[in-house]
C-alpha cells in the first residue's frame, strides 16, 4: 500500500512538471535536456562539463553562447505513423524507442519548417494517403524532411515515401505549394527498406531545382537533400570565425579540410589560404562542394571523394606537405589511422572541431602522448542550446615549432 501511494506521488509530480514545462512532450521525446532551465544556466553547466573533460589538454576558454537561442534549427525532420483513434500523426521516436511521439511546434526547431510538416499531415489525409508501418512493412508516408536556407529563406520538403508513387501527386504540389508559398524545390525520397535510415538512395524533385541555396560566412552553397550542413546557422557562423582564427592563415599555406561535407571550412577559409584540399566520403556532398567553389569563383579549392583517413596516409605516403589541418569528424571522433597519419604529415598547426567532448578528449590523448603536438587552447561553442550536447574548437602546435 506504501508502495502504491509513493508511485502515485511520484506519476503526480511527473505530470505537474510536464504541465509546468515550456515543452508539452518534454517528458516523453528527450531531445531537449535542459528544455525548462534558464540559458545563462544550460551556458554554465556546458563550460563545466567542458573544462571537466579537457582541462588537462590546456585552457578552456569561455563558451560562445547565443544571443537568441530559440527554433534555431534550419533542418526539422518528422516521423509519420498511425495511431489508433488519431489517425496519421507526425514527431518525433520517443527516446530509445520507435514509438512516435505526435510533436505541434518545437523549440528547436525553425517555425515554417513545423507548419509545413503539419500542412503535410492535413494533406496526408485529405489525399487518403497511409502513413508507413514499420511494423507490417506497408503503407507510403514515412518522412517528412524540411530544410530552410537562414539568409536566402529558400525551403526544401523531401517527402519520404515507401515507393515511388505518390497519387494525386500534381495536385498534392499544388495544395501545399498554396498553402507556403514560401517553398522553392519539393523532392520524393524513395526508402522501401526496413531500417532506421531516414533517406533512401533513389530521389525525384517534383516542384524546384532539386536544392536550395544558402549564405554562410560571406560563401553562398548549394545544398541537397543529403548534404550534410550545419543546423544552427548563427553559431556556425561563430564556430568557424574562431577556426579560423586558430589557423592564423597568413595567405600562403596549403590546407587541409578534412571530412569537409559541401565544402563550407573550405571555402570561408579559401580566401585565406594558397591552396586548400577537401575531402569527404559522402558523394553528395562532394558534388555539392564542387559547384559551391565554382559558383564562389574560388580557384584554389580542390574537394575529393575519399575516407579522410586513406586519403591523409595517402598524402604522408607521397611526402607531401600540408601546414594546417581543419578536422570536424563525427561524433564517434576520428580514427588512428587518420591520427597516425596526421602525425606523418606533421602539419603546423590543427584546428580540431569536435562535436562530442568524451571522443574529443581521447583522441586528444591520443595525438598529444604519440606526437609533438599541444593543445593551446579551447572554446566550446553552443551549437545546441536546451540539449546537452556541446561543440569545441581546439586549436593544436606542433611544438618543434615556436609557439605563440
Known amino acids: ?203 525525384q524533385v517534383i516542384y524546384g531545382k532539386g536544392y536550395i541555396e544558402d549564405e554562410l560566412c560571406g560563401r553562398r552553397f548549394k545544398i541537397s537533400a543529403k548534404s550534410f550542413y550545419q543546423v544552427n546557422s548563427v553559431q556556425t557562423e561563430a564556430l568557424y570565425a574562431k577556426a579560423a582564427e586558430y589557423a592564423r592563415l597568413t595567405g600562403k599555406e596549403t590546407v587541409v579540410d578534412a571530412y569537409c561535407g559541401i565544402g563550407t571550412i573550405a571555402l570561408a577559409v579559401a580566401g585565406q589560404a594558397g591552396k586548400v584540399i577537401g575531402v569527404e566520403l559522402n558523394r553528395d556532398a562532394v558534388r555539392d562542394a564542387v559547384t559551391n567553389a565554382r559558383v564562389n569563383q574560388i580557384k584554389n579549392a580542390d574537394f575529393y571523394q575519399n575516407d579522410a583517413g586513406r586519403f591523409l596516409t595517402q598524402m604522408a605516403d607521397a611526402g607531401e606537405k600540408v601546414d594546417v589541418v581543419f578536422m570536424d569528424p563525427p561524433r564517434s571522433g576520428s580514427t588512428e589511422e587518420f591520427l597516425d597519419a596526421l602525425i606523418r604529415i606533421r602539419p603546423e598547426r590543427v584546428v580540431y572541431i569536435s562535436c562530442e567532448p568524451e571522443t574529443l578528449a581521447r583522441d586528444l590523448k591520443y595525438l598529444t602522448g604519440k606526437s609533438g603536438y599541444r593543445v593551446q587552447e579551447m572554446t566550446p561553442v553552443d551549437m545546441f542550446p536546451f540539449t546537452g550536447n556541446i561543440e569545441v574548437v581546439v586549436k593544436m602546435q606542433y611544438c618543434g615549432k615556436e609557439k605563440n
Open 1 to 203: 500500500m506504501e508502495k502504491n501511494k509513493v508511485d502515485g506521488r511520484e506519476a503526480s509530480k511527473e505530470k505537474k512538471d510536464r504541465r509546468q514545462s515550456l515543452c508539452p512532450v518534454s517528458g516523453k521525446c528527450g531531445g531537449c535536456q535542459f528544455v525548462d532551465m534558464p540559458y545563462k544556466a544550460q551556458l554554465k553547466r556546458k563550460q563545466r562539463q567542458a573544462e571537466q573533460l579537457l582541462k588537462e589538454y590546456g585552457k578552456v576558454r569561455p563558451i560562445i553562447g547565443m544571443e537568441e537561442p530559440a527554433h534555431y534549427r534550419n533542418k526539422v525532420h518528422a516521423v509519420f505513423a498511425f495511431q489508433k483513434g488519431r489517425g496519421i500523426v507526425s514527431g518525433i521516436y520517443q527516446e530509445r524507442s520507435h514509438r512516435v511521439v505526435p510533436v505541434e511546434s518545437c523549440l528547436l526547431e525553425n517555425q515554417k519548417a513545423g507548419e509545413i510538416i503539419q500542412s503535410v499531415r492535413q494533406l496526408a489525409k485529405d489525399f487518403k494517403l497511409k502513413a508507413y508501418d514499420e511494423d507490417s512493412g506497408y503503407g507510403l508516408l514515412r518522412h517528412v524532411l524540411v530544410r530552410v536556407g537562414h539568409i536566402t529563406g529558400e525551403i526544401m520538403v523531401v517527402l519520404v515515401l515507401g515507393s515511388p508513387i505518390l497519387p494525386s501527386k500534381k495536385n498534392f504540389v499544388n495544395e501545399l505549394c498554396k498553402l507556403h508559398p514560401e517553398i522553392t524545390t519539393i523532392l520524393i525520397n524513395v526508402n522501401n527498406k526496413r531500417t532506421s535510415m531516414v533517406l533512401g538512395e533513389k530521389e
